[in-house]
C-alpha cells in the first residue's frame, strides 16, 4: 500500500517556511530537478512542494517499509518525513541533492521510532513484507530476488539502508554517508562489508552474480 499523498490542506496546518527569495515557478515546468523545487518551496510555494511530494513518496516510503516491516508504521513516518521537511525547508542546502536531505530526515525518523521500541539498531533484518515485494518489484529486479532475500537474512540495519540507497537510489557514498551520519571511507566499508555478506550468502546458495564480488570496486570512486 502506498501512502496518500500529503495534502496541501495537511501541509497548511504547519508553520510554513519563510520565504528567502522570490520564486522562480519551477513547479510549472515539468523538468525542474528537485532542487530547483526545493528552491521555490523555500521561497514559499506550497506547489513546489507539493511535487517534491508526489516525486518522493513512494521512495520514502518503500526506504521505510523496508526499515519498519510495517506498511502502517512507514505510512506514518512517510507523512512526518514530509511534514519535517516542510517545517525544515529552511534549513535545507539546495547547493546539496533534495533526496540525501530527505532520506536523511527519514532515516533518523525510522532510528529514533527503533528507539523508542527498544529495537536495536544492528538487529538483522530477517523478515520482508509481502507488501514490498509488490511495490518494489522493479526494484528487486535491479538488484536481484535472490540478492533482497540474503541481504533481508544476514545485513545489519546500518548495512542495509546503505545497501538500499546504493543499489535502489544510486546514491554515491558520499551522501549515503550523510544518510547514515558517516564518514566518506566509513559508508564505503559499510558497503563492502554489507556485499561480502550478501556473497556468502549466495555462494551457500550456489549463487554469485558477479555485481556482488565483494572485490567489484562499485562504490562510485568516492570518499
Same mark, same amino acid.
Given at each position: 500500500?502506498?501512502?496518500?499523498?500529503?495534502?496541501?490542506?495537511?501541509?497548511?496546518?504547519?508553520?510554513?517556511? *519563510?520565504?528567502?527569495?522570490? !520564486?522562480?515557478?519551477?513547479? @510549472?515546468?515539468?523538468?525542474?530537478? /528537485?532542487? +530547483?523545487?526545493? #528552491?521555490? =518551496?523555500?521561497?514559499?510555494?506550497?506547489?513546489?512542494?507539493?511535487?517534491?511530494?508526489?516525486?518522493?513518496?513512494?521512495?520514502?516510503?518503500?526506504?521505510?517499509?523496508?526499515?519498519?516491516?510495517?506498511?502502517?508504521?512507514?505510512?506514518?513516518?512517510?507523512?512526518?518525513?514530509?511534514?519535517?521537511?516542510?517545517?525544515?525547508?529552511?534549513?535545507?542546502? *539546495?547547493?546539496?541533492?533534495? !533526496?540525501?536531505?530527505?532520506? @536523511?530526515?527519514?532515516?533518523?525518523? /525510522?532510528? +529514533?521510532?527503533? #528507539?523508542? =521500541?527498544?529495537?536495536?539498531?544492528?538487529?538483522?533484518?530477517?523478515?520482508?513484507?509481502?507488501?514490498?515485494?509488490?511495490?518494489?518489484?522493479?526494484?528487486?529486479?535491479?538488484?536481484?530476488?535472490?540478492?533482497?532475500?540474503?541481504?533481508?537474512?544476514?545485513?545489519n540495519e546500518r548495512q542495509h539502508v546503505a545497501v538500499w540507497l546504493r543499489y535502489v537510489e544510486n546514491l554515491p557514498p558520499s551522501e549515503i554517508a550523510r544518510v547514515l551520519g558517516v564518514t566518506g571511507p566509513t559508508a564505503r566499508i559499510i558497503l563492502f562489508r554489507a556485499r561480502q555478506a550478501i556473497a556468502r550468502a549466495l555462494a551457500e546458495r550456489g549463487l554469485l552474480p558477479?555485481?556482488?564480488?565483494?572485490?567489484?570496486?562499485?562504490?562510485?570512486?568516492?570518499?
Amino acid at each position: 500500500m502506498i501512502p496518500a499523498a500529503v495534502t496541501a490542506t495537511t501541509l497548511g496546518a504547519h508553520a510554513p517556511p *519563510a520565504p528567502s527569495a522570490a !520564486a522562480s515557478h519551477a513547479a @510549472t515546468h515539468p523538468e525542474a530537478s /528537485a532542487e +530547483d523545487l526545493a #528552491r521555490d =518551496a523555500q521561497a514559499g510555494s506550497l506547489r513546489a512542494f507539493t511535487r517534491l511530494v508526489e516525486t518522493h513518496e513512494r521512495r520514502v516510503f518503500a526506504f521505510l517499509l523496508r526499515r519498519t516491516r510495517s506498511e502502517a508504521d512507514a505510512e506514518e513516518m512517510t507523512q512526518e518525513t514530509f511534514l519535517r521537511a516542510w517545517r525544515s525547508l529552511g534549513r535545507y542546502d *539546495a547547493g546539496r541533492p533534495f !533526496a540525501t536531505w530527505l532520506f @536523511t530526515i527519514a532515516s533518523r525518523i /525510522a532510528t +529514533d521510532a527503533h #528507539r523508542r =521500541a527498544g529495537v536495536a539498531r544492528e538487529r538483522p533484518m530477517v523478515a520482508e513484507p509481502a507488501a514490498l515485494r509488490t511495490i518494489d518489484a522493479d526494484d528487486r529486479r535491479r538488484l536481484g530476488n535472490e540478492a533482497w532475500i540474503a541481504a533481508g537474512e544476514v545485513l545489519n540495519e546500518r548495512q542495509h539502508v546503505a545497501v538500499w540507497l546504493r543499489y535502489v537510489e544510486n546514491l554515491p557514498p558520499s551522501e549515503i554517508a550523510r544518510v547514515l551520519g558517516v564518514t566518506g571511507p566509513t559508508a564505503r566499508i559499510i558497503l563492502f562489508r554489507a556485499r561480502q555478506a550478501i556473497a556468502r550468502a549466495l555462494a551457500e546458495r550456489g549463487l554469485l552474480p558477479e555485481q556482488y564480488n565483494p572485490g567489484a570496486g562499485d562504490d562510485g570512486g568516492e570518499a
